[in-house]
């Protein structure tokens, strides 16, 4: 008996949480996680998005990204609400393709976020556009080191879409635009902290005369500040990384770092919803829908705007 | 059936040891199987999406790997014992059978071998460690369970293998043995957890096998005083659950059409609570498969459920933890009568 009112009350609990569900537009997003900071950020600018068009959407990942098969459930699940259009962040493009098949044969409008799909049946991809922000950095680095001398590179991986497109980013400009700069040195670090100090230490060793580091991610820019720290360059080497995360965002703070680019994952988010939107209106619209980025340094952290992109 | 060398005093005393718990347990799958009844209406009744032939198949499909799992691990907790290494055990029969198909181009049936094979080895030097070499159920798959994790992603180079050359091994998870019912199409999937759930039931409850799973966990040192070699037949359970874990790396390989060396960490701990779910008691002794079953589509028709019901995913956590703790507290006062 005591489970059948646990149960009851159960129900209702769902009766109330579905009851807030209008008859509107129903767009649901499957992300490649929700608990993370960045997945939240990208959570907030979907929600407003809804508000702005006034959409229904719901904000669902796995709690790791390699649970691939359990996002796979989850996109299952929200193609069985019959949803009016779909927002989608493949963990791997391959193992949900047969779900987008299904998307498509019911007429719903695949929208790919962040880094996408690799496929042809989303319309489009709302996304960092990892290249130019990557050339914005090579820009401020030629700014801050006074447009001349040696400048090196740790990226994270030379296989990942972000790792090419934000090493090619960073040393096309370099080149094309900076013909005094040279770039001694491009690494890859995998994103761990300590593999990209070891090799930082390494370039600075072999290249004292370096005025510039670029780390690519995370995990590659708080290398690259160890490695100067480490080597007592604080001050002589001017370091610029990329996303944020607690390190990052001290050693800005703290004049350590020079600045570093961030993503707007809110503006992901938004756009994924507007574009979805868009889609069900029968707009049409480019393949690939930049959601822009920000350079944050000294001046500008505490700025609301930026404030709202970072995470710790 | 009968072990023979053991004579039949010793099955007498067994018997006698597995005596009083079959009532119970039966009780207890009834419990499990009015929630799963009460869970289908109350989803049912509160949204139209629920109950439809594509969404059924969802569930099952989101039922297979972790029933898989589920199945294999109550054989280990009726002895007594646990096994923290099916989800990484998985996976790692799964990157193995993708070595075997996709990297070295080999037929499928090998790759499916491979699995059958890798999973077996590496439960089987769970069971020697722990039964042998004495070592605590826990810390021996715990230490498995990050071998298999580690191994998973040298031999996969820390990439998904794709199975791009050997488009029939989706069809293992995918495709259907019944393709006439248009609307209803079950996945083999879903029919390979039936069917091994109906076999590992059989073996569970009448083969010698079974009573001694049972035996042991009621009773270890009675058994082993009754002149029965204890350590073999733990071994033996836990190569069984290798085996199975084996077989939920071909699905998951299967349906995703790749192995993925990362994944795995966490699924040991569904597999589990679905056991509880369906009154497997961790103390041993006690457990059915059909119980464990009903426990693995109790935990999938409630993830499921919820999210037709567009439940913000953080309660859907909340919700699955309560049932789990319900369920297992419904269970103790059981015992207690």
């Known amino acids: 008996m005591k489970k059948r009112t646990v149960i009851l009350a159960l129900a209702l609990m769902l009766v109330a949480a579905a009851s807030l569900a209008a008859q509107t537009?129903?767009?649901?997003?499957i992300s490649k996680g929700f608990q993370h900071q960045f997945w939240q950020a990208v959570k907030e600018g979907a929600l407003k998005a809804a508000k702005d068009f006034n959409v229904n959407i719901t904000f669902e990942g796995p709690e790791s990204e390699a649970m691939v098969d359990k996002q796979i459930d989850m996109l299952a699940a929200a193609l069985a609400k019959k949803p009016n259009a779909l927002g989608f962040a493949a963990l791997d493009s391959k193992a949900a393709i047969p779900y987008l098949q299904q998307?498509?044969?019911?007429?719903?409008?695949?929208?790919?976020?962040?880094?996408?799909?690799?496929?042809?049946?989303?319309?489009?991809?709302?996304?960092?556009?990892?290249?130019?922000?990557?050339?914005?950095?090579?820009?401020?680095?030629?700014?801050?080191?006074g447009g001349a001398g040696e400048v090196a590179v740790i990226v994270h991986d030379q296989t990942s879409r972000t790792g090419i497109d934000r090493r090619d980013?960073?040393?096309?400009?370099?080149k094309s635009k900076?013909?005094?700069?040279?770039?001694?040195?491009?690494?890859?670090?995998?994103?761990?902290?300590?593999?990209?100090?070891?090799?930082?230490?390494?370039?600075?060793?072999?290249?004292?005369?370096?005025?510039?580091?670029?780390?690519?991610?995370?995990?590659?820019?708080?290398?690259?500040?160890?490695?100067?720290?480490?080597?007592?360059?604080?001050?002589?080497?001017?370091?610029?990384?990329?996303?944020?995360?607690?390190?990052?965002?001290?050693?800005?703070?703290?004049?350590?770092?020079?600045?570093?680019?961030?993503?707007?994952?809110?503006?992901i988010g938004y756009k994924t919803v507007e574009y979805a939107v868009k889609a069900l209106k029968g707009e049409k619209f480019p393949k690939f829908i930049d959601t822009g980025f920000y350079w944050y340094d000294k001046t500008n952290i505490d700025d609301p705007k930026i404030k709202a992109v970072l995470y710790q | 059936m009968a072990d023979k060398s053991n004579g039949t005093p010793a099955i007498a005393s067994i018997a006698k040891i597995t005596a009083g718990t079959k009532g119970a347990a039966a009780r207890q799958k009834i419990l499990a199987f009015s929630s799963l009844v009460l869970l289908i209406i109350a989803f049912s009744l509160l949204s139209p999406n629920f109950f439809q032939p594509y969404n059924l198949i969802a569930i099952m499909l989101a039922t297979a790997v972790n029933g898989v799992l589920?199945?294999?691990?109550?054989?280990?907790?009726?002895?007594?014992?646990?096994?923290?290494?099916?989800?990484?055990?998985?996976?790692?029969?799964?990157?193995?059978?993708?070595?075997?198909?996709a990297v070295w181009n080999l037929p499928v049936i090998l790759g499916v071998l491979m699995a059958l094979f890798v999973g077996t080895i590496c439960g089987l030097a769970s069971g020697v460690m722990i039964a042998k070499f004495k070592l605590p159920p826990f810390i021996a798959t715990l230490g498995m369970s990050m071998l298999t994790k580690g191994l998973s992603l040298i031999i996969a180079k820390s990439k998904p293998i794709y199975f791009t050359n050997a488009p029939s091994f989706a069809k293992i998870s995918m495709g259907s043995l019944f393709p006439f019912m248009k609307d209803f199409q079950i996945p083999n999937a879903v029919i390979i957890l039936f069917g091994l759930a109906i076999l590992a039931s059989f073996v569970l409850n009448s083969t010698i096998f079974g009573r001694y799973t049972f035996?042991?966990?009621?009773?270890?040192?009675?058994?082993?005083?009754?002149?029965?070699?204890?350590?073999?037949?733990?071994?033996?359970?836990?190569?069984?659950?290798?085996?199975?874990?084996?077989?939920?790396?071909?699905?998951?390989?299967?349906?995703?059409?790749?192995?993925?060396?990362?994944?795995?960490?966490?699924?040991?701990?569904?597999?589990i609570a679905a056991a509880v779910i369906g009154g497997t008691s961790l103390s041993g002794g006690e457990g059915t498969i059909l119980g464990t079953i009903i426990g693995a589509f109790i935990m999938s028709t409630l993830t499921n459920g919820l999210r037709i019901l567009s439940v913000p995913q953080e309660w859907q956590i909340v919700t699955t933890g309560i049932i789990i703790i319900f369920a297992v507290y419904v269970d103790m006062l059981r015992k207690r009568r």
């Open chain 1, 178 to 267: 900076y013909p005094k700069i040279t770039i001694v040195s491009v690494q890859y670090g995998a994103g761990d902290h300590l593999k990209s100090t070891d090799l930082a230490k390494a370039i600075i060793q072999a290249h004292p005369n370096l005025k510039g580091f670029f780390g690519a991610n995370e995990g590659s820019a708080i290398g690259v500040l160890n490695g100067v720290k480490e080597m007592g360059k604080i001050g002589k080497i001017v370091v610029i990384g990329y996303d944020s995360g607690a390190q990052q965002i001290a050693a800005i703070r703290s004049g350590e770092m020079a600045g570093a680019i961030t993503q707007n994952p809110v503006g």
């Open chain 2, 70 to 101: 589920a199945i294999g691990v109550t054989f280990v907790i009726i002895t007594g014992g646990i096994d923290l290494s099916v989800g990484t055990m998985m996976t790692f029969t799964a990157v193995m059978a993708a070595q075997t198909v």
């Open chain 1, 25 to 29: 537009y129903y767009i649901p997003l």
């Open chain 1, 103 to 145: 998307a498509k044969a019911a007429s719903i409008p695949v929208i790919a976020f962040d880094s996408g799909v690799d496929s042809d049946i989303p319309l489009t991809t709302c996304a960092t556009d990892n290249v130019a922000a990557a050339a914005y950095a090579a820009d401020k680095m030629a700014e801050l080191i």
């Open chain 1, 169 to 174: 980013g960073f040393v096309n400009r370099i």
């Open chain 2, 215 to 271: 035996a042991i966990g009621s009773n270890e040192e009675a058994v082993r005083l009754s002149g029965i070699n204890t350590d073999r037949w733990k071994i033996a359970v836990y190569a069984v659950n290798g085996l199975i874990c084996g077989i939920a790396g071909i699905l998951i390989a299967s349906r995703l059409n790749s192995a993925q060396p990362a994944l795995g960490q966490g699924y040991e701990l569904d597999a």
